[in-house]
């Protein structure tokens, strides 16, 4: 978004996430701070990122700010001073959020004269033009048949134009890009993007496995030092229930998802290719079964990320899908 401050304009970046996530940042002021606050807190501080404290919900009838502002005081040790009261809800208190964001955050330092160096961070989900008209309220990963996977990148170093080719750190494909543009809130196609500047590329990526959080994009045939921190998205390792037994995987729940009806299975494992943009610790495997046809192998974090996803398959997309019971694979030593 654009925002106008003290006579300029800035361009912000402002990334929403999916309700089960982003709760884990969550401090309102009537439940005050929760457990999963604290691990993302330190978290966050560990990598020296600016912290804007903002306490939610202050206009619930069981609101108590001021115990609650004491609370993140002896928890984080942030000055009473500093956090920002506001009720998402009505809209009390956002400006302020907003004129913090820019007062408090550093602005972006990268050079447009240096190398190309891409950060690519994300996926979309969207509401597609195609389904509006009949499923106004189903939202669809942002793949485009035409286009490929549409990825968010924020540009580091260096400047990024239509018609450049360019290189994965981590797989080493290269692509050339067709549309480059930012969210405003909707996509606006530019001419470039520069560096400290967030938007969307589309450089004809066929698969949704091709595009890895945290990656790294330069200029082909000008390779530059990848972004620190970058892992290949892996769910949470297992331990076997015995000394002498391990799991094979480090996925901890697998189970199989087929269509109800067998000649849905296309339409099926396109859904789940779609989803696992915005979900990239599921891994995905085809499966067939003699009693139920033509399906896929799923790894999950857990058992509530599998009805998360299932649940999200089902009304996004209008799976009529039949998942098998969850199992931990092991072998015994």
């Not at 999963?36 to 501080?45: P, R, W």
């Not at 302020?96 to 160096?117: D, F, H, M, W, Y």
């Amino acid at each position: 978004m654009i925002y106008n401050f003290n006579g300029r304009e800035y361009m912000l970046n402002l990334i929403d996430t999916p309700g089960h996530v982003d709760f884990a940042w969550e401090v309102d002021a009537s439940q005050g701070v929760q457990a999963q606050s604290i691990s993302v807190f330190h978290n966050a501080k560990e990598r020296g990122l600016t912290i804007i404290p903002v306490l939610n919900k202050i206009d619930l009838p069981a609101a108590q700010p001021e115990r609650i502002a004491a609370q993140m005081q002896s928890t984080f040790g942030i000055d009473p001073m500093d956090i920002i009261p506001i009720s998402a809800k009505t809209g009390k208190g956002v400006e302020n959020v907003l004129e913090a964001i820019i007062s408090r955050i550093p602005p972006p330092t990268g050079s447009p004269t240096a190398q190309l160096k891409a950060f690519l961070f994300d996926s979309m989900c969207v509401h597609h033009p195609l389904l509006s008209l009949s499923q106004p309220h189903k939202p669809i990963s942002r793949y485009d048949r035409y286009r490929g996977v549409i990825s968010l990148v924020n540009v580091q170093e260096g400047i990024i134009r239509k018609g450049d080719k360019i290189a994965s750190c981590h797989t080493r494909k290269k692509y050339e890009i067709t549309e480059l543009g930012i969210m405003h809130p909707e996509e606006v196609p530019v001419d470039s993007l520069r560096a400290g500047q967030v938007g969307y590329i589309a450089c004809n990526m066929k698969e949704s496995s091709e595009a890895h959080i945290g990656d790294t994009m330069h200029r082909v045939g000008v390779p530059v030092e990848p972004l620190p921190g970058f892992q290949p998205a892996k769910a949470m390792v297992s331990f076997g229930l015995h000394p002498m037994m391990h799991f094979i995987d480090k996925y901890q729940v697998f189970a199989g998802v087929f269509p109800v009806d067998s000649n849905d299975f296309p339409k099926l494992e396109e859904s789940i290719k779609r989803l696992t943009l915005t979900d990239r610790s599921v891994t995905v495997q085809r499966e067939s079964s003699s009693a139920l046809g033509q399906g896929c192998r799923l790894g999950f974090l857990g058992t509530l990320h599998m009805d998360v996803f299932r649940q999200r398959l089902e009304d996004e997309y209008d799976a009529n899908i039949i998942i098998t019971a969850p199992t931990v694979p092991y072998k015994r030593e």
